[in-house]
């Protein structure tokens, strides 16, 4: 059985999945053990599947526009005992999953997610960057890559599919207030980051989550399908 199991949500992602899963198979070989890469297919009608597949990754099917079930759908097909998610447009570092299995192994930790660094820079994307550092540092909570033990996502029930968007935070809130019970924290992997595409920044522009908060807002929500089409499902790539 796979110690640890990746789960990729992607829709029409074949500019970005290779980057995404070579950045997998680098990190893969810093553990020493199997490691099983499930690749997601929602609504694909681009070469994101033919790609996933020469990588040798697992191919589960959903074509709900709602990231929590895409998510959970890999995850039902997982063999690992440890869960990881991470999306297609990002690239983790190589030191990732061997920090993934050290924190938890110790005991110590319930999960958590990881740093995050834009693929670009700009003023209006270091204040956006600067506006989640300093929440993430207020909530002591972290995303981007989300990594914890199946038992513990099972115990949660995964990401909630009632919210389409926002799914990251509620399942970072909730892993963090179950970890509390048995005295595990929700931890930020030491040393470990993910790089991550700008196309959000690309499309609705540099400043936008100054100038648009009222959207922002809606996103972490979760309940505005409309909103959440516009920023996620029906994004042209």
């Not at 589960?60 to 959970?72: G, M």
């Amino acid at each position: 059985m796979p110690l640890l199991s990746i789960v990729v949500p992607a829709r029409n992602e074949e500019h970005f999945i290779g980057g995404c899963l070579e950045s997998i198979q680098a990190a893969a070989v810093r553990v020493g053990r199997d490691v099983e890469t499930i690749v997601v297919i929602n609504r694909c009608s681009d070469r994101t599947e033919q790609i996933a597949r020469n990588f040798g990754a697992r191919i589960v099917y959903e074509d709900a526009r709602n990231l929590s079930r895409i998510r959970n759908a890999g995850a039902r097909e997982a063999y690992g005992e440890i869960l990881v998610t991470i999306d297609a447009d990002s690239r983790m570092s190589p030191d990732t999953l061997a920090a993934i299995e050290h924190v938890l192994a110790s005991g110590r930790a319930v999960g958590g997610g990881v740093r995050i660094y834009p693929d670009r820079y700009s003023l209006g994307i270091r204040a956006a960057v600067a506006i989640m550092n300093l929440v993430l540092f207020v909530t002591r909570l972290s995303g981007g890559l989300f990594w914890c033990r199946r038992e513990d996502f099972e115990a949660i029930g995964g990401f909630d599919e009632k919210l389409v968007s926002g799914e990251d935070v509620d399942f970072a809130r909730r892993l963090r207030a179950h970890g509390r019970k048995s005295g595990r924290r929700f931890r930020t992997l030491p040393g470990a980051h993910i790089v991550t595409s700008c196309r959000k920044f690309d499309k609705f522009g540099d400043w936008f989550v100054l100038r648009r908060p009222l959207m922002v807002w809606r996103i972490l929500q979760g309940r505005s399908q409309n909103t959440a089409d516009v920023f996620y499902y029906e994004v042209e790539r």
